[in-house]
């Protein structure tokens, strides 16, 4: 596998796979990384997946497990034989559903890939997490559950890089930041809520920046990627 020279992790959200092969034919496993969600597994399911490590891509399975611990073990086992590189659970599924994903993985695997929790989505704010009846701001939220991600023995969480800095102060340098809502300045925020730039986030403290419709939609996606990684003065 070649090694990847960007933090980047570009998210394939499209629901036409010859439209994602086309831009993959454009990136290299040097350029960044790749994120396979919901959308096109359900559409697309292991093959697709399979046809991107086969060219040598770093993959994450973006699929958010979160079931009782037997079940969502079982599921991580099973994308963990897909040959990808990172996966995740919900973190907030508990300490027990995380240890008994992690504890299937490390006994079927020499070297797992990389497991990780997923605190509070990026499209949520304050408001949204308080809605849910809970009395904490989202930043709080995500210390807390990114406590429990690491007291299971994941490798990292899922959270916003506004919070990279406490999280990496709080749970140390190894534990893996993986941020989403990234947005190059001028970029459309969509449905996303806590964002940052992607030179801040790593400043701040991110290990992987996921980019999807900031690249994916452009007129020129490769050009995008290379516009980032260059700002990040690594291309
Ligand atoms: O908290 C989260 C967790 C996952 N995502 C996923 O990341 C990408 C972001 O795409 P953009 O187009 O750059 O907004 C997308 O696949 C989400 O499912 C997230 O955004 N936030």
Redesign the pocket.
């Known amino acids: 596998m070649q090694n990847c020279n960007s933090p980047v992790v570009v ?1 394939l ?1 499209f629901n036409d796979a010859q439209k994602a092969q086309q831009l993959v034919s454009q990136l290299t496993p040097a350029d960044c990384r790749l ?1 396979v ?1 919901k959308e096109m597994f359900t559409l697309f399911g292991p093959e697709f997946v399979k046809s991107l490590t086969s060219k040598g891509f770093d993959v994450f399975l ?1 699929l958010k497990f979160h079931d009782i611990p037997a079940t969502t073990a079982k599921a991580c086992l099973a994308a963990a034989n897909l040959g990808v590189w990172m996966l995740n659970v919900h973190a907030s599924g508990g300490v027990n559903m995380m240890q008994t994903a992690k504890n299937l993985l490390q006994d079927n695997f020499q070297n797992p890939p990389l497991l990780i929790g ?1 605190t509070v ?3 949520m704010d304050d408001q949204d997490i308080q809605s849910l009846g809970i009395q904490r701001s989202a930043g709080e939220q995500v210390i807390h559950l990114a406590g429990l991600a690491q007291q299971a023995g994941l490798d990292g969480v ?1 959270c916003s890089a506004q919070e990279a800095s406490a999280l990496k102060s709080e749970f140390g340098q190894d534990f893996k930041l993986v941020t ?3 947005r190059p300045e001028g970029a459309d925020v ?1 449905d ?1 809520k806590r964002i940052m730039t992607p030179k801040k986030a790593i400043s701040s403290g991110s290990d992987y920046l ?5 690249v994916t939609q452009a007129d020129n996606p490769k050009a995008v990627l290379d516009a980032i990684n260059q700002s990040l003065n690594l291309a």
């Open positions: 998210a959200d994120k969600g973006d997923v989505l990026t499209s899922v989403p809502g990234i969509g996303q996921v980019i999807g419709r900031p």
